[in-house]
């Protein structure tokens, strides 16, 4: 049973244009999200976070934002640079074991 | 920076064969996770420890599979015997209790043939 989905297994954008990746959760005690991007051959990398009692959470070209009734979540990227092409996990814990469930990953490609 | 470092990084071995993969978590981080990236399922969460006791490992294969913290610079997983379907890279993680900012290893690739 995989609580945590990313029913897009790749995305393809042009440099400076947004990027949108999705993540859909089926457990409603998960509060505390994270995204990970990695590169091959590299362990993943820790990118934002989101807890529910927000809505949105932003760091420079990267933002987070989450949709708890629909029990979905979604990065944006913009601009979109070809350095940001990897894979994106998205990760979804509750906040009394931050046990991490990984989605299955969505590989980002920009066209330079 | 500080790093978690996992050995070997690759490891080819036959079917039957016993494996161990090793992980230092970065020092004063007292949680410890392990996952396994497949092409199916992602990454997923074998097993993790919070100051080296074990409290989860519901997805490890019990028969085959174990995972231990004999202190607090070394995890351990090893599989035993070996098969073809744990041919996969499998990552160790280390991270404070409150969540943020757990740091994942460069992964052991391990193929068994």
């Known amino acids: 049973d995989q609580q945590v989905k990313q029913n897009s297994p790749s995305l393809s954008v042009q440099e400076g244009r947004i990027s949108i990746l999705n993540c859909d959760y089926t457990?409603?005690?998960?509060?505390?999200f994270l995204w990970y991007k990695k590169y091959p051959a590299e362990g993943p990398t820790f990118l934002i976070s989101i807890s529910s009692i927000k809505d949105k959470n932003e760091d420079g070209r990267f933002t987070v934002f989450l949709n708890k009734s629909a029990k979905h979540l979604s990065l944006h990227i913009v601009p979109s640079q070809p350095g940001d092409s990897a894979v994106y996990f998205c990760?979804?814990?509750?906040?009394?074991?931050?046990?991490?469930?990984f989605g299955t990953g969505t590989r980002l490609k920009v066209l330079a | 920076d500080a790093r978690v470092t996992q050995t070997p990084r690759h490891k080819v071995t036959e079917m039957g064969q016993e494996v161990t993969m090793r992980c230092q978590p970065i020092l004063g981080h007292n949680t410890v996770f392990w996952y396994r990236q497949t092409m199916m399922q992602g990454l997923e969460l074998l097993a993790y420890?919070?100051?080296?006791?074990?409290?989860?490992d519901s997805g490890m294969p019990k028969d085959r599979f174990s995972a231990e913290m004999p202190d607090a610079t070394l995890a351990t997983l090893k599989i035993q015997p070996s098969e073809p379907r744990d041919s996969a890279v499998y990552f160790c993680a280390s991270g404070p209790r409150t969540g943020d900012g757990y740091t994942f290893g460069s992964g052991t690739r391990l193929t068994v043939v």
């Open positions: 990760a979804a814990s509750d906040s009394g074991t931050y046990k991490y469930i």
């Open positions: 457990n409603s005690m998960f509060d505390y």
């Open positions: 420890f919070r100051n080296r006791a074990p409290l989860d």
